[in-house]
């Protein structure tokens, strides 16, 4: 179309001394060669970019980091905890209810199992299972209403908050303006690191890597449980509330280019429920969330991406989805047009299937997909990482959750294990997104279990050292200079002796700063 304009043009220019003949166009071809002009000259010149409309949750986070960066700070720090308070006392109440009512309904169960009818007959299991379901649906009635409430709650405190924060944000703008001083400092606040919970052994060191400019890094070994990351300590008695210093360090670098992150190990399923998943789940319900979406809704996010990841894109899944499938599911299949493409090892147009009306179940997937079909679409496999951000936390902003394998309590991996390549892009996720403080589990694993020798687990360590170092080498060929602080956990299960040995070992893999000592001779003066 705009080679037919351009030679209408040239054909007009060549033979000025006749008139020029009418563009052989119709209006809707000059409004699409417009629109096109439009557009390249949009995507490619700054003056004539289109403005974008500034959002209101960056407009929020602009106002909180220029609010949490002045006076106020204690103030919010305080708001924050009162609203805690506030939603941990209701998620108490509920959790009581629903044991009590769990209780009762357990007791009542045993009492129905030992019931007779009219005639002196024991209960048919007809009877008994509808008597056990009736109790189990009133059980679910009240999660649902308890559920319900939660979720109103956050919602009304998420929005007093962010109004609190415009009515802080203007007072301390007409204070400004006015040179008068507006003080939100609160005298009631104090800042305590007696509470705190302190590894029981910690070691840090100084390195430098690069090869012509060398940059500075901080590395860490200490033992403590990742959850004390994530667990604040915040306490008010007789009205006076002793901060957490980590919570203040956390809310200053929210917004900033100066953050935290945490490395968890995981199963390869979202719902799966460990120690620390639940303990992760136990204090982001607690404690309220005023920048991100809630856990909960993070992690849906994720289940449905991962479902769209294995039946569109993984050739594992597809291999086993062709080898579980009925005829008939492989039928509408290739009716919908769906293949492997064998360039890319995916599925080419598997919309048509997911989207098949006569198909859909269980939150789009087929509906004659069977049980083990599903778990496995909806797993994820060793190396896979899923992110969930977070400013409810006391010392993190950032969980990367690393799925590990089972062969990791076994100790048998090698540097070319998923795993470890799941750790590869966390380093370049985080260079990416301006995290400089990560916690890294040494041992890639949660616990240390008691079968686990002294031997076994200084090789873990080892690998995992000279693959952080691998990484941080190989990030600084492609990025900018910028110091970091790596933090590797061990379990606080750890021996001394076991930290001692993995402490000359970190010193043997990355080049130590030692500084050095310039003595004085005996005849000097």
């Known amino acids: 179309l705009l080679n037919r304009w351009m030679s209408a043009v040239a054909s007009s220019t060549a033979a000025p001394q006749h008139p020029p003949p009418p563009p052989p166009f119709s209006h809707e071809e000059v409004d699409a060669v417009a629109e096109m002009w439009t557009q390249a000259y949009t995507s490619t010149y700054?003056?004539?970019?289109?403005?974008?409309k500034v959002s209101e949750q960056e407009m929020f986070g602009e106002l909180y980091n220029n609010i949490v960066h002045s006076p106020a700070i204690h103030t919010i720090l305080n708001v924050e905890?009162?609203?805690?308070?506030?939603?941990s006392e209701a998620v108490s109440r509920k959790d009581r209810e629903v044991a009590n009512t769990t209780a009762h309904i357990m007791t009542e169960l045993d009492?129905?199992?030992?019931?007779?009818?009219?005639?002196?007959?024991?209960?048919?299991?007809?009877?008994?299972?509808?008597?056990?379901?009736?109790?189990?649906?009133?059980?679910?009635?009240?999660?649902?209403?308890?559920?319900?409430?939660?979720?109103?709650?956050?919602?009304?405190?998420?929005?007093?908050?962010?109004?609190?924060?415009?009515?802080?944000?203007?007072?301390?703008?007409s204070s400004?303006?006015?040179?008068?001083?507006?003080?939100?400092?609160?005298?009631?606040?104090?800042?305590?690191?007696?509470?705190?919970?302190?590894?029981?052994?910690?070691?840090?060191?100084?390195?430098?890597?690069?090869?012509?400019?060398?940059?500075?890094?901080?590395?860490?070994?200490?033992?403590?449980?990742?959850?004390?990351?994530?667990?604040?300590?915040?306490?008010?008695?007789?009205g006076t509330i002793t901060q957490d210093p980590k919570r203040m360090q956390t809310a200053l670098t929210l917004y900033s280019d100066n953050l935290s992150a945490l490395v968890l190990i995981v199963g390869n399923r979202l719902t799966e429920s460990s120690n620390?998943?639940?303990?992760?789940?136990?204090?982001?319900?607690?404690?309220?969330?005023?920048?991100?979406?809630?856990?909960?809704?993070?992690?849906?996010?994720i289940a449905d991406e991962v479902v769209r990841l294995n039946l569109n894109v993984r050739h594992p899944s597809l291999t086993a989805l062709n080898d579980d499938c009925s005829n008939d599911l492989s039928a509408?299949?290739?009716?919908?047009?769906?293949?492997?493409?064998?360039?890319?090892?995916?599925?080419?147009?598997?919309?048509?299937?997911?989207?098949?009306?006569?198909?859909?179940?269980?939150?789009?997937?087929?509906?004659?997909?069977?049980?083990?079909?599903?778990?496995?679409?909806?797993?994820?496999?060793?190396g896979d990482v899923y992110i969930t951000r977070h400013s409810n936390l006391a010392a993190v902003h950032t969980i990367f959750h690393l799925v590990g394998d089972p062969k990791v309590d076994a100790f048998t991996m090698t540097s070319q294990h998923p795993t470890f390549s799941g750790l590869r892009n966390i380093f370049r996720l985080a260079i990416d997104n301006d995290i400089i403080n990560i916690y890294i589990p040494l041992l890639l694993t949660n616990d240390l279990a008691e079968d686990k020798s002294f031997e076994l687990c200084v090789r873990r360590a080892e690998l995992v050292f000279k693959c952080v170092k691998g990484y941080m080498i190989e990030a600084t060929t492609w990025t900018t200079a910028k110091s970091r602080t790596i933090q590797f956990?061990?379990?606080?299960?750890?021996?001394?002796?076991?930290?001692?040995?993995?402490?000359?070992?970190?010193?043997?893999?990355?080049p130590i700063c030692n500084p050095a000592v310039v003595g004085r001779s005996s005849d000097s003066t």
């Open 46 to 52: 700054h003056q004539f970019s289109k403005v974008e």
């Open 81 to 87: 905890h009162s609203y805690s308070v506030a939603l």
């Open 111 to 173: 009492l129905i199992k030992n019931s007779v009818d009219e005639t002196g007959n024991p209960l048919s299991d007809e009877a008994i299972n509808q008597q056990y379901s009736r109790r189990f649906e009133e059980l679910e009635i009240l999660q649902s209403k308890w559920e319900s409430e939660l979720s109103l709650l956050r919602d009304t405190q998420k929005s007093e908050f962010r109004e609190w924060i415009n009515t802080v944000a203007e007072d301390l703008h």
């Open 176 to 238: 400004a303006s006015s040179d008068s001083k507006l003080s939100y400092s609160d005298s009631s606040t104090n800042f305590s690191t007696s509470r705190h919970a302190e590894p029981a052994m910690e070691e840090s060191f100084t390195i430098y890597l690069g090869t012509q400019l060398k940059t500075m890094h901080n590395i860490r070994l200490l033992t403590m449980d990742a959850m004390d990351l994530c667990r604040s300590n915040t306490v008010e008695e007789g």
């Open 276 to 301: 620390e998943k639940r303990a992760l789940s136990k204090i982001c319900g607690e404690t309220c969330e005023f920048h991100f979406p809630e856990l909960d809704q993070q992690l849906e996010t």
């Open 332 to 382: 509408q299949v290739s009716a919908g047009g769906g293949g492997l493409d064998s360039d890319q090892n995916s599925i080419s147009s598997v919309g048509s299937w997911t989207s098949h009306p006569s198909s859909q179940s269980r939150g789009g997937l087929p509906a004659n997909m069977t049980p083990q079909m599903e778990r496995r679409v909806k797993s994820l496999q060793p």
């Open 489 to 510: 956990m061990l379990p606080t299960k750890a021996s001394p002796e076991l930290f001692d040995q993995l402490s000359s070992l970190l010193q043997e893999t990355f």
